[in-house]
């Protein structure tokens, strides 16, 4: 059974860092490529960033370039998401998702592309 578990999520002040952790199982972590999205309250779910099955290469939406960094760590099946220099507007809940097919970089991936989804852990950026 495939699951993905986010945490870290919470209250960070503008400016501040906050770090995510997505925790996998059931599916070859090590061959996998997974991205991170968000909702916003009001708005449609967004993508962050996606990582790929070696963390060769990343991709990240332009609001959270140089802002966000995502990594992974293929011995503990985990990817993660640091967030650096927050704004109000990364308030929202951050999902973590696998990537269905095989995915080097060079082009922003859709939802369709994923198969697998967390359920989520908020954000919250306030002061």
């Known amino acids: 059974q495939v699951q993905l578990v986010e945490s870290g999520g919470g209250l960070a002040q503008p400016g501040g860092s906050l770090e995510l952790s997505c925790a996998t199982s059931?599916?070859?972590?090590?061959?996998?490529?997974l991205s991170w999205f968000r909702q916003a309250p009001g708005k449609e779910r967004e993508f962050v960033a996606s990582?790929?099955?070696?963390?060769?290469?990343?991709a990240y939406a332009d609001s959270v370039k140089g802002r966000f960094t995502m990594t992974r760590n293929n011995a503990y099946n985990t990817v993660y998401l640091q967030m650096s220099l927050m704004k109000s507007e990364d308030t929202a809940l951050y999902y973590c998702?696998?990537?269905?097919?095989?995915?080097?970089?060079?082009?922003?991936?859709?939802?369709?592309?994923?198969?697998?989804w967390g359920q989520g852990t908020q954000v919250a950026v306030s002061s």
């Open positions: 059931g599916f070859p972590f090590s061959d996998s490529a």
């Open positions: 998702a696998k990537v269905r097919d095989v995915w080097n970089g060079g082009y922003v991936l859709g939802e369709n592309d994923h198969d697998y």
């Open positions: 990582i790929s099955w070696n963390g060769g290469r990343t």
